[in-house]
């Protein structure tokens, strides 16, 4: 790890008055759950063109894979704890410089370490519910799951109106929510640091972030352990795994 750029991203946080966070799935690969992109990862398994919303909509079959896929993939987020950079988070919260904390993630992993939930922006929606696309009903996920295995469904119907069932995620090709993703934007162009951990910064709109945050006169610190499409107009970066580089930072920041 390189200790000089923990040593002044920890200055700089300390400085500042108004710190967004942003996190990837990266964040998240030292509790037990894959990322994307990474070797091994979620889209070595399966292909992403099968899985985009419009897919989804499409066809009886598609929903039959995406149900698949999302089952497959749950039970890593539901064994899950948070480690040390989501507890790092709550640090920072708690010293009072922390205005957002803007997540890509889908695992819930940042409330489950002490978030404060009016501060968490969830950009691609929580696997904790499922929806229906029509009457936009929700439920807690596992009453939907517990009756897909009681009654041997593989594509669940809303009991309300018949609609489909999704999981309350953003699936590739369907649109963001207008309104988490404005509060997302205007947190970053209010800002003084923006805190990026765990993304490959490749998925739109959400890598647009630092960018704004960039444009409107806030500092870059980003902590990932590969290069990102964003690496040029970082101030600082560190090269490294998110728990032990941001418990690190957090060291740094407390001696301060
Ligand atoms: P990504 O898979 O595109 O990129 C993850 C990045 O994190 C990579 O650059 C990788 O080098 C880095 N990384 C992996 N392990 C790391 C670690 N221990 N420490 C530091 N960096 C690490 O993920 P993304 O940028 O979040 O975007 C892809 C999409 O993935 C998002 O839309 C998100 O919804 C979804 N996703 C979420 C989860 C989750 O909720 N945990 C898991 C998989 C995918």
């Given amino acids: 790890m390189d200790a000089e ?15 967004v966070v942003f996190t990837g799935a990266g964040i998240s690969t030292e509790s037990g759950i894959p990322d994307f992109r990474s070797p091994g990862g ?15 909509l499409s066809h009886e079959k598609y ?13 890593a987020m539901k064994n899950a704890r948070p480690n040390a ?15 957002a904390l803007i997540t890509q993630n889908i695992d819930g992993l940042h409330q489950d370490a002490g978030s404060s939930p009016s501060i968490v922006h969830e950009l691609h929606g929580t696997v904790r519910e499922v929806g229906c696309l029509e009457c936009k009903a929700r439920w807690p996920r596992e ?8 009654e041997g469904i593989e ?6 109106c ?12 369907q649109a963001l929510p207008a309104d988490v993703l404005e509060a997302g934007f205007r947190h970053a162009r209010n800002c003084d640091v923006f805190l990026t951990v ?3 910064l490749v998925v739109q709109p959400a890598a647009l972030l630092p960018y704004e945050a960039k444009r409107a006169g806030a500092r870059l610190v980003l902590v990932n352990l590969s290069g990102t499409p964003y690496d040029e107009i970082m101030d600082i970066i560190v090269r490294g795994k998110a728990a032990a580089t941001m418990a690190a930072i957090m060291d740094t920041f407390r001696s301060l």
Avoid at 85 to 99: C, I, M
């Fill in 63 to 75: 929903r039959r894979l995406y149900w698949q896929y999302d089952r497959a993939r749950y039970p």
């Fill in 85 to 99: 950079a989501h507890h790092a988070v709550v640090e920072l919260e708690q010293s009072g410089r922390l205005s």
């Fill in 198 to 200: 765990g993304s490959s």
């Fill in 155 to 160: 594509v669940p119907y809303c009991a309300v």
């Fill in 143 to 150: 009453e939907i799951t517990d009756t897909m295995d009681r």
């Fill in 5 to 19: 750029a923990v040593g002044k991203a920890a200055r700089l946080i300390h400085q500042a008055k108004r710190i």
């Fill in 162 to 173: 018949g609609g489909p069932l999704k999981c309350a995620t953003i699936a590739f090709g």
């Fill in 42 to 56: 979620i889209w070595s398994q399966y292909d992403q063109d099968d899985l985009t919303y419009q897919k989804f």
